[in-house]
């Protein structure tokens, strides 16, 4: 079987390579129309045609972020972009499931293992675990979505690197007020503002979104919002300012259910077999299961040009609320560690990020050189308690649990590219650490304090060729490091305390891929990779909102994206992202047999789009279809998983402008067929409540005007 899907890999890749050779022409890179140069920075840290980069890269631009679409969650826009999985959990108290090439999927909460960072500042913290709904999506100009070897110069985690770029205020100053209201409940305003005076651009938003949820017990309200001035100071000054916030209030948590359930209703929450109300009451009503998030953080960057050297220099610093109720059962025992279903924490974070970019000319190309230090620290005041007093649960009981954590990264990298000729050589280098220090303060149950370092250098190498004008292959190889998160170190099994002893993951990187552009309005990327990981973070046990991680033994992920994107005949476009995935245990463990497949990732999954426009861009519609295979939900692939599905969404748009006014309008109708299917994963849930299920058909409206002084 194995040799039969590389097989099947390496004829995808001869075919496009064939293909794009014999039509003689580079690769799609982006939203950006088909024969124009798509900009990206990430991966080398300065402006770059992505096309000359030898890395696996898409942009997506703002129309396809901001236009027909509520801009609540990153995964309405990163369905799009293959070798990524983004789902949507139906859960705004777990915050998105996203994966690079596998990596992340097993995260109960959050984001791991893929790094995320907004205008430069990290919305990840030094062990990797972020948090996507920090992103203002209102105000994107645009995401770069990299994947593979290259991310290993961005630290600790192994799948990938989302960057979001918001605009800059320019021109006459300018109001915007935008409303949308679809299913479920959901409706958003959002107010925003922006302009330049002089050398000072500014842009400020704010919105709030609420929803009463698709599933049982998953209400929930989002308030954000966000400032950014922009400045320059003189020749090659440049000074940008942004802060942000976000807040939600007893935000529901639905929780996972079991396949039965499932099948009986979507909708639904698990019963709690304990209650002794008639009816019985779910999981999730009967503690009340919620979380309430406050969010501020604000970060500054300088940059000063001397010709084509560049100094850089970013700092940030924040603050993170969370008070989270968690289910458990009333007759589970606690040990003598357990934290209690009540968690609280409050979180001081900041960090820096310095470089200097050099350039000369060398051997008769250009060599850029970039040196920095990377450094992050964030401060846990965490506390924990029972979440029931006497008969009454969903409230704060006794104490649990008080401890300082600290994280601590300090990296420092190097990067060095050289373009002559049909060359373009790169390579790179970055020692990562991750310093993990625990201060009990809570000694009825023992001292669990304690300290653990990781540590990695992570070199990347890459290599590009312009066969032609219009086609680039490149090839390119990386060492990978993804450290245990704070969150993956809270148990170890049994309930003996922090899993100090748990180790880091460390993977090696190769890919291979095929750049073309096809006339003037077919852009084609196409990449193969190939990943093979030593000692992989696997769930050990998921209980209660308690999970414990041990390492696996090796790992492998082998796979193909192709990615395309056209424009034909008078104002018709498409948009085809593939996915071709294997990703599997090669050493057996426990209850896991050699090829197992790894939970929580598609062996494929695909998007598709056709749209129309007309020459004036004033009527717009498109046809999306969304289709993944089946997902395992835990190690041994024994338990039901979850069927691959296919659907259908349905967009309209329409915009019209008069003096200084400018308006917008849209209509969308997601799953048009009304499928019933498994959105997303709880893996490994030693109650076998994976499920999370997708909405049927629904639908959403919205529209903006705005008007430029």
């Known amino acids: ?418 373009e002559g000729g049909p060359w373009v050589l790169t390579g790179g280098v970055r020692r990562s650490s991750l310093e993990v220090e625990v201060e009990d303060h809570f000694l009825l149950n023992g001292n669990d304090s304690g300290s653990v370092d990781y540590n990695k250098t992570t070199p990347v190498l890459g290599m590009l060729y312009k066969v032609s004008p219009v086609l680039n292959v490149y090839a390119s190889a990386a060492r990978g490091f993804e450290a245990p998160t704070l969150n993956e170190l809270f148990y170890s099994s049994g309930g003996a305390g922090f899993n100090l002893g748990l180790k880091p993951a460390s993977s090696r990187h190769a890919e291979a891929g095929v750049k073309a552009m096809v006339g003037a309005h077919t852009r084609i990327n196409a990449a193969l990779f190939d990943v093979r990981t030593d000692d992989e973070l696997v769930v050990d046990t998921s209980a209660g909102g308690r999970t414990s991680y041990r390492n696996a033994s090796k790992t492998q992920r082998r796979g193909a994206e192709i990615s395309l994107d056209t424009s034909f005949g008078i104002g018709w476009s498409a948009r085809v992202a593939l996915t071709a995935l294997r990703a599997t245990y090669e050493t057996p463990f426990g209850a896991v047999r050699a090829g197992a497949r790894l939970p929580g990732v598609p062996g494929k999954n695909m998007f598709a789009e056709l749209a129309w426009a007309d020459r004036a861009d004033r009527f717009g519609a498109a046809l999306e279809a969304v289709a993944s295979g089946k997902v395992y939900a835990e190690d041994a692939n024994a338990e039901t998983p979850a069927p691959g599905y296919a659907v259908a969404n349905l967009r309209l748009q329409a915009k019209q402008s008069a003096g200084g006014w400018k308006l917008k309008e849209f209509v969308r109708v997601n799953n048009l067929f009304d499928r019933s299917y498994v959105g997303s994963l709880i893996v490994g849930d030693t109650n076998k409540r994976y499920y999370e299920a997708a909405p049927g058909r629904n639908w959403m409206a919205g529209a903006s005007a705005e008007y430029t002084f």
Do not use: C
């Not at 027909?68 to 915050?95: I, K």
């Not at 205020?169 to 299913?183: C, K, M, N, V, Y």
């Not at 090659?236 to 976000?246: E, H, K, M, N, Q």
């Not at 009340?288 to 940059?303: D, P």
């Open 1 to 418: 079987m194995q040799h039969t899907f590389t097989t099947r890999l390496n004829a995808v890749a001869a075919l496009f390579a064939a293909g794009s050779a014999s039509l003689g022409v580079p690769a799609f890179a982006g939203d950006a129309p088909p024969n124009m140069p798509v900009v990206v920075v990430s991966g080398s840290r300065v402006e770059h045609n992505s096309f000359d980069l030898p890395a696996a890269i898409d942009v997506i631009d703002a129309s396809r972020i901001r236009d027909s679409q509520l801009r609540v969650n990153a995964s309405e826009s990163l369905v799009a972009v293959p070798g990524l999985v983004a789902n949507n959990r139906q859960n705004y108290a777990q915050d998105l499931q996203i994966s690079s090439r596998g990596f992340g999927a097993r995260s109960a909460f959050g984001v791991r293992g893929v790094r995320l960072i907004a205008d430069g500042i990290p919305a990840s913290m030094p062990d990797g675990q972020g948090q996507a709904a920090t992103f203002n999506l209102d105000m994107a100009e645009r995401i770069e979505v990299l994947r593979g070897p290259f991310s290993a110069i961005y630290g600790n985690h192994s799948g990938g690197v989302i960057q979001l770029f918001t605009r800059e205020g320019a021109g006459r100053p300018s109001i915007e007020t935008s409303l949308a209201a679809g299913s479920y409940g959901q409706r958003k305003v959002d107010v925003n503002a922006q302009g330049q005076a002089g050398t000072l651009g500014y842009v400020v938003d704010a919105s709030r979104f609420e929803t009463d949820g698709y599933r049982d017990h998953s209400a929930a309200q989002r308030d954000q919002a966000f400032a950014k001035l922009t400045t320059t100071l003189g020749t090659g000054t440049r000074i940008t300012v942004t802060a942000s916030t976000l807040r939600q209030d007893d935000t529901q948590d639905p929780l996972g259910v079991t396949w039965a359930t499932f099948q009986r209703d979507p909708r639904a929450g698990e019963i709690d077999a304990t209650d002794t109300q008639v009816p019985k009451r779910t999981l999730a009503e009967r503690y009340n299961t919620r979380k309430s998030i406050e969010h501020h953080q604000a970060g500054i960057s300088f940059e000063q040009r001397f010709g084509d050297d560049r100094l850089r220099v970013m700092a940030y610093g924040g603050n993170r609320q969370v008070i989270q109720y968690q289910s458990f059962s009333r007759g589970f025992q606690a040990p003598a560690s357990h934290s209690g279903g009540v968690v609280d924490f409050d979180r001081d974070f900041h960090g820096a990020d310095i470089n200097w970019l050099a350039v000369r000319q060398l051997g008769g190309g250009k060599l850029s050189t970039t040196i920095g230090v990377d450094y992050g620290r964030s401060t846990d005041e965490r506390k924990g308690f029972e979440n029931f007093v006497g008969a009454v649960f969903g409230v704060r009981g006794a104490p649990r649990r008080d401890e300082t954590n600290v994280l601590t990264n300090a990296d420092p990298y190097a990067q060095v590219e050289w």
